[in-house]
């Protein structure tokens, strides 16, 4: 499986990172490698000072596609979770600057955490809310209702470059309100008020 990130889908967090508006979503792509083992603690790497948590909604696909039309996107997934896109944010900021590629800075091990998945009929996916927590304080407040493209518009999107396969997983962009991690610090992710990721950091 693969996952898919977009970058810059909220426009308060575009402004928080003082990026410039895209024209098209910006993609990435993280291994499978870096998916953090479940109940595993996230390590921050040696080679950051500044690694920023980013909660994100998750989409699960669940059908092979290739440029796929925005109106039937919705066939291609059912299921919807929640995940952190641990960035290097230092480290994003060198390559940046460079023009470099980001991967040294997002596709690390354990920079995926993924949820469990829920059918995507228990939420409007219109207007999800969902929350980030660091040691109970609340750092990101998002709905999906604030995406600059929407889940049907990024899978119509991404499948004219992808071909989407069964498992692949996308993170649909983080809100504003991300922040450093620090060691003995604890992220708590709300779906819709659910608690339903957990993650040490060490
Ligand atoms: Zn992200």
Known sequence: MKIICIGRNYT?????????KPENPVIFLKPDSAILLKNN?????????????????LVKINRLGKFIDKKFAHKYYNEIG???????????????SKGLPWEKSKAF??????SEFF??????LDTIGFQLYKNN???QDGDSSHMLWKIDEIIAYVSQFFTLKIGDVIFTGTPAGVGKVNPGDVLLGKLENEEIIKVNIK
């Open 137 to 139: 304080e609340l750092v």
């Open 41 to 57: 603690p996230f390590v921050i790497p040696p080679f950051s000072n500044d690694v920023h948590y980013e909660v994100e909604v």
């Open 109 to 114: 091990d354990g920079s995926a955490v993924i």
């Open 82 to 96: 929640l995940g952190i896109d641990f960035t290097a944010r230092d480290l994003q900021g060198q390559l940046k």
């Open 12 to 20: 308060k967090h575009i402004e928080e990172l003082e990026n410039e």
């Open 119 to 124: 059918p995507k009929t228990n939420y409007n």
